[in-house]
C-alpha cells in the first residue's frame, strides 16, 4: 500500500510537477508504480486522501493493474490505509506500507503491517529499474533476430566453407 500524496511530497521530481499538476504527478507516479508492480510481480494499492472533497465516497479504480483508492469525505488515506491493514494482514499476508509518516509508520507496525520509507521505496525502484534494463539488454543479445538463424543448414554450410577459404 502506498500513501500517495505522502510519497508525491516526499519525491522531490513528484513534488516539484505537482506545484504545476497534481494530476500529472499522480500519473507520474502511478506510472512508476505501475512498472514496479509488474516487475515485481506484487499487488499495489495507492491512496489518495479526498477527505477535504466535500460529499466524495470512497471510490476505486486501475491504472494498469495498480489499484486506486480514492478516500471518502473525512477519511484520511493513513485512515483508510489503517482500517486496510487491520482487516486484511496476517502472518500469511505481510502488507507493506510505503509512507514517510513517522506515526503512522508506527500505527501501521503495531497492525502488523512492514513499513517502507518513501525514500527507500525510491531505492527499491530505481534497483528494480536497473535490473529491468539489464535483463532486456541481455534478452535482446540473446534473442537478436540474425540471418543465420533463417538459412537452411545446408546454405549456411557452404556459406561457412567460403568464410574460411578468403581467411
Given at each position: 500500500m502506498v500513501d500517495g500524496y505522502n510519497i508525491i511530497n516526499n519525491?522531490?521530481?513528484?513534488?516539484?510537477?505537482?506545484?504545476?499538476?497534481?494530476?500529472?504527478?499522480?500519473?507520474k507516479l502511478l506510472d512508476i508504480l505501475s512498472n514496479y508492480q509488474a516487475f515485481r510481480g506484487i499487488k499495489v494499492t495507492v491512496v489518495f486522501d479526498a477527505h477535504y472533497v466535500k460529499n466524495s465516497m470512497e471510490k476505486h479504480e486501475f491504472y494498469n493493474n495498480v489499484e486506486i483508492v480514492y478516500t471518502k469525505e473525512f477519511?484520511?488515506?493513513?485512515?483508510?490505509?489503517?482500517?486496510?491493514?487491520?482487516?486484511?494482514?496476517?502472518?500469511?499476508?505481510?502488507?507493506?506500507?510505503?509512507?514517510?509518516?513517522?506515526?503512522?509508520?508506527?500505527?501501521v507496525l503495531g497492525l502488523g503491517a512492514a513499513r517502507i520509507s518513501a525514500r527507500e521505496l525510491k531505492v527499491q525502484i530505481k534497483e528494480a529499474s536497473n535490473k529491468m534494463d539489464k535483463n532486456h539488454i541481455n534478452r535482446l543479445k540473446h534473442d537478436r533476430n540474425l540471418l543465420e538463424h533463417h538459412l537452411d543448414p545446408v546454405v549456411a554450410e557452404k556459406l561457412e566453407r567460403i568464410r574460411r577459404q578468403r581467411h
Open positions: 519525491w522531490e521530481e513528484l513534488k516539484e510537477e505537482s506545484k504545476h499538476s497534481l494530476d500529472s504527478a499522480r500519473s477519511e484520511s488515506a493513513d485512515n483508510y490505509i489503517e482500517r486496510f491493514v487491520a482487516e486484511n494482514s496476517s502472518e500469511d499476508n505481510i502488507i507493506r506500507v510505503a509512507t514517510s509518516d513517522s506515526l503512522e509508520q508506527t500505527v
